[in-house]
């Protein structure tokens, strides 16, 4: 039952966030600290501990004092604030493929934020993805009002008077700054894991083959597995992390190592490759 005080319900509702904050964060520095214990002399994780741990990243990864951050809750919301409906957007990526390289430019950029390399990070803080969000949802206001101004034209492959390339152009010089903050803190993400590779390999294969793959399993597969290993890394080499994630901000031509970066990202599909069954590329 909610309060009838507007203020109440809103301080029971902050003190609810940090119970839940601090729950999920104790479970994840448990998780870590039995990942180090695992690096370290090779105690085989259970999966309970690795599914709690798994959960408790994710959580962390999308929350902290403030609201969630969740790019499709905030997208929906402010495309039903407009006059676009789920069938022009169907209707535009059936037959309308210049407003459709539009729109596709507003959406999943704080959720799939990539770095030169195309690498992504769970290190990024949540401020630079709410930075992104609200920028992203000002340019689908303005989508909206360009929807409204060409999308009946009787030429598809036109542009009238410039205003898709213009409203193209102004996304990008819009969210490339704010990616750009991002990169020191994907960069320094994936420079310690290629420097400690092998940990990197070794947390992969333990974390499928406790988890396992299949029906009822854990499925650490793919990218998103490989986001957390790195994020548990970062955490465990923390002065590492913060000297790199220092060094990168203040040198922004300087590069990590793409020999060594397209090894270790080889080296995960290679393991989920051996784990799911798939033939070896």
Known sequence: MKPDNPELAKAMQQEWRRKTLDRYRSQYDAFVGQVKGFLADGAAMIPEALKEGIEAERFLSHNDEQVPVLENDALYEAQRNT????????????????LANVYRMIRGRASFMRNRHGDMSNTVPLSIKREM????????????????D??????????PEGKIAALENENKSLFDPISKKADPYILADMTVAINHADEYQKLRREFLRVGGVGEDKMNLLGEWASLTVCRLLSDIHS?????????????????????????????????DDEFSGRPAK
């Open 239 to 271: 002065e590492e992390y913060a000297r790199e994630q220092q060094a990168y901000l203040a040198d922004d031509t300087r590069d990590l190592d793409k020999q060594k970066r397209n090894s270790l990202v080889r080296s995960g599909s290679a393991l």
């Open 150 to 159: 060409v999308a009946y034209r009787e030429n598809k492959k036109d542009d």
């Open 83 to 98: 006059i676009l409906r789920d069938s022009d957007i169907a209707n535009i990526y059936k037959g309308d493929e210049k």
């Open 133 to 148: 969000i609200a920028a992203q949802v000002e340019q689908l206001k303005k989508f909206a009002k360009l929807h409204r």
